[in-house]
Structures are given as structure tokens and as C-alpha cells.
């Protein structure tokens, strides 16, 4: 969904307004349903595709990975997909944001496991 404006205007008297044309703009609260991937290794660089509600195509739209944000890419209103940053060896919580402040509080999980390593090869 888009988000609505209102005008905004105050009076000191309740009888005589500003007419200034100030507008606040709100919308739905996103909404996290799935996360897949919901792990990646502690590097990061891991592409998560995010499925829920209420995603808007803003420059502002964002994912958090514990409290690490990162930019999202708007896919459409019901998913977006961001890239997992560095973290360590843990489960963190993932939320995302319309407006880069506002956060979802949806409780969805990102475990971060160690990076795999190659020790040895041999033919």
C-alpha cells in the first residue's frame, strides 16, 4: 500500500491556522511473514529475499541484520531482498524499515555460522 498525507497546520488560539501546505505522510507498519535465506556464513554478502506486506519503493527502505542496517532493493509490496552484512557467530534478530527508523519488531531470526575453510587438497 502507498502512504497517505494529511496537512498539518497549528494555531495557538484554535481559531486562526497556519496555512504553511506541511503534509505528514504515514503508511502501514511492513510486515515480515518468511526469510530466505534465514542463515549465512559470519562474511556476510549472503542475498536474503524478504516475503511479508506493506514494502514501499522508497530510497529509505531498509533491513537490519541485528543492529547492523543495510539497503534493501524493493522487489514489490510483498518482498525485497537485501544483503546480509559482516557479523559473527550468532543468531541476531532481521527487521526491516519503510523510512529507515521505524523498524519491524516480527521476532524473524538470522543465524550467522562460521565460514567454511579448505585446509588441504590433494589430487
Do not use: K
Not at 71 to 91: D, E, K, N, Q, W
Not at 106 to 120: A, C, K, L, P, T
Amino acid at each position: 500500500s502507498s502512504p497517505d498525507r494529511v496537512p498539518i497546520e497549528v494555531s495557538n488560539n484554535r481559531i486562526d491556522f497556519t496555512e504553511n501546505g506541511v503534509s505528514f505522510e504515514y503508511y502501514t507498519q511492513p510486515r515480515i511473514n518468511l526469510v530466505v535465506p534465514s542463515w549465512g556464513p559470519s562474511s556476510g554478502q549472503t542475498i536474503v529475499t524478504a516475503a511479508g506486506d506493506h514494502f514501499l519503493d522508497t530510497s529509505d527502505l531498509m533491513c537490519r541484520f541485528g543492529s547492523v542496517s543495510t539497503m534493501a532493493r524493493f522487489v514489490s509490496p510483498s518482498l525485497i531482498t537485501c544483503r546480509s552484512p559482516y557479523g559473527t557467530v550468532s543468531t541476531v534478530s532481521f527487521e526491516v524499515s519503510n523510512n529507515a527508523a521505524d523498524f519491524t519488531d516480527n521476532g524473524v531470526q538470522f543465524q550467522y555460522y562460521e565460514d567454511m575453510r579448505i585446509d588441504e587438497i590433494t589430487p
